[in-house]
């Protein structure tokens, strides 16, 4: 069988990986820990699903994209986010009943108590790109059927451990897909002092199913962004905490650990109190990138009692 060699390497491979993952798992839930991962919307060209799939993505008889998936100009990007992967063909997806689908959830779920969905809008409907654009200016938003997407996963299971990464352009159609299923929905406290009072990532404007961040990974750590932020925002976040901007990422993070969001979180880099040298990802660039790495010298008493501090102070136990 061609590739039959490097095939089953891989597939060793994984095994191992798998073996160990699993009892990590294991691990973790018999001492009341869940873990909580994270589902790309979309796969790459070159993996084995859409090796193994090519009828439910938009490609050329040759296997190439002729749609490729992406965001418009945004908070992030002037020119938008091109992604590259290859787009659904939701058509095809619902004749075929979802399977692709719900066999990727199942395992996501039993890999994890708890998973995200990353960039849930493209459920409701996704920005399709043409391929060979240079930029993702050029693209349309076309509609998907994560309704009967997820009412089958929900048909199957029960309540669905999923969180809706809402952020972006977001619409009121998108908004019902997320609350017809209860998913919690996300707010980033770093997008918060751009605007007025009522900006919807200000605390006082969440509402209780909502997961709170401090920052994501696609945001400079938060002492990095206090450090660079300009004007407006520098004159709102010093009013807001009555605090330098320099001195201000304890207040922030204990904002979102004070809340009424149901869950809270700060990546690594924020406990730490990391500049943008400990940044994780940079939105649009392709390389350098998910290098951090945290190491147990770096957390320092003061840190791990200043957490479970405001865990205790703030019900989050």
Request: hydrophobic share 40%; net charge neutral.
């Amino acid at each position: 069988m061609q590739y039959a060699e490097s095939i089953n390497f891989h597939r060793f491979v994984q095994f191992i990986f798998f073996k160990q993952w699993f009892e990590l798992k294991q691990y973790a839930n018999d001492r009341g820990i869940q873990l909580f991962g994270d589902l790309p919307l979309y796969v790459s060209l070159d993996s084995s699903d859409v090796w193994g799939n090519q009828d439910i993505f938009l490609l050329d008889d040759e296997g190439k994209p002729t749609h490729v998936g992406g965001v418009p100009p945004d908070y992030f990007s002037e020119t938008g986010q091109l992604w590259g992967c290859p787009v659904f063909d939701w058509n095809r997806l619902a004749e075929r009943g979802f399977d692709w689908w719900m066999a990727r959830l199942h395992f996501c779920l039993n890999m994890f108590d708890i998973i995200r969905i990353d960039h849930f809008r493209g459920l409701e409907s996704f920005w399709s790109v043409p391929a060979g654009e240079k930029t993702a200016i050029n693209g349309e938003w076309w509609l998907a059927k994560g309704y009967e997407m997820l009412q089958m996963l929900k048909s199957q299971i029960g309540e669905l451990p999923v969180i809706a990464e809402d952020l972006g352009v977001i619409t009121p159609e998108v908004e019902k897909l997320r609350d017809d299923f209860n998913l919690p929905g996300m707010k980033v406290l770093q997008f918060g002092f751009a605007s007025d009072a009522t900006n919807e990532h200000l605390p006082h404007n969440y509402g209780k199913n909502f997961v709170v961040y401090t920052g994501t990974h696609d945001n400079n750590t938060t002492l990095g962004w206090l450090k660079s932020v300009k004007k407006e925002e520098r004159r709102n976040l010093q009013r807001y905490f009555k605090r330098t901007r320099r001195r201000a990422l304890d207040p922030v993070i204990e904002a979102c650990w004070g809340s009424v969001a149901d869950i809270a979180i700060m990546p690594m880099q924020d406990l730490l109190r990391l500049d943008a040298k400990g940044r994780m990802n940079v939105p649009g660039v392709a390389s350098g990138n998910w290098e951090w790495r945290f190491r147990w010298s770096q957390l320092r008493r003061s840190r791990r009692i200043f957490l479970k501090e405001i865990t205790q102070k703030y019900n989050r136990v």
